[in-house]
């Protein structure tokens, strides 16, 4: 939370994925951290709808989307977490595919709880973003265990007919991406209690522009 924080003070006019991508490297140091679980993911623009894009030289321009996906190792237990920005102002559908998007997170996340089987939350989150007219462009799973390693066995997949239990920790990462236009993701991870679901991550899900 604490990176992703300030990581995003760090969003100017003329900066770089890369460079972002570097400056977090730092933030990460500072905060104590012990490494990255995970090479960083900064992706302006057209360029967040590659849900692996590898931060390069793109230059942010006004009107962009701006996505972190990012994590860090802390005490032998590794983190991840998605937020997609605006930068300056959002168009209009940037707008509507991030309000589609953070719905199929909240839904799937309100369901969670022991005995729901790991292929229904994903159905959840899919739902949503298919019956809005996205279906097609949610290419990827909704999430994925984690732990001691980034990616651990298990994953919520419409595959996986596992039911969650107390102690599971995963990820909730719907994602809409429009080839040649924008992306959004927003990913929490989630850890399944006695009696439902502990959100671990606390920066605001709300469409925020960077001004």
Same mark, same amino acid.
């Given at each position: 939370? !604490?990176?992703?924080?300030?990581?995003?003070?760090?969003?100017?006019e003329g900066v770089t994925e890369i460079g972002l991508a570097d400056e977090l490297a730092g933030i990460y140091r500072e905060l104590g951290a012990d490494g990255l679980s995970f090479p960083s993911i900064v992706s302006f623009g057209a360029n967040a709808a590659d849900p692996h894009? &590898?931060?390069?030289?793109?230059?942010?321009?006004?009107? !962009?989307?701006?996505?972190?996906?990012i994590g860090c190792v802390k005490d032998g237990y590794c983190s991840d977490m998605t937020r997609t920005y605006y930068f300056k102002t959002v168009g209009a559908k940037d707008r509507e595919i991030y309000e589609i998007t953070r719905r199929a997170n909240e839904s799937a996340e309100a369901a969670m709880k022991p @005995? $729901?089987? /790991?292929?229904?939350?994903? @159905?959840?989150?899919?739902? $949503?973003?298919?019956?809005?007219? /996205?279906?097609p462009y949610f290419t990827h799973r909704l999430g994925h265990s984690i732990g001691q390693?980034?990616?651990?066995? @298990?994953?919520? &997949? &419409?595959?996986?007919? =596992?039911?969650?239990?107390? @102690?599971?920790?995963?990820?909730? =990462?719907?994602?809409? /991406?429009l080839p040649g236009e924008t992306g959004v993701r927003i990913e929490d991870l989630c850890l399944?209690? =006695?009696?439902?679901?502990?959100?671990?991550?606390? $920066?605001?899900?709300?469409? !925020?522009?960077? =001004?």
């Open positions: 939370d !604490q990176a992703m924080l300030a990581l995003r003070e760090r969003v100017r894009h &590898s931060p390069d030289g793109t230059v942010l321009k006004p009107g !962009q989307c701006v996505l972190f996906d @005995g $729901v089987r /790991y292929c229904d939350l994903d @159905g959840i989150a899919r739902k $949503v973003i298919a019956d809005a007219g /996205y279906g390693q980034g990616h651990e066995w @298990g994953d919520v &997949s &419409s595959a996986n007919t =596992e039911r969650v239990r107390p @102690g599971n920790v995963f990820s909730c =990462e719907p994602g809409i /991406y399944i209690t =006695e009696t439902g679901v502990q959100i671990l991550n606390r $920066v605001p899900k709300e469409l !925020q522009i960077i =001004e």
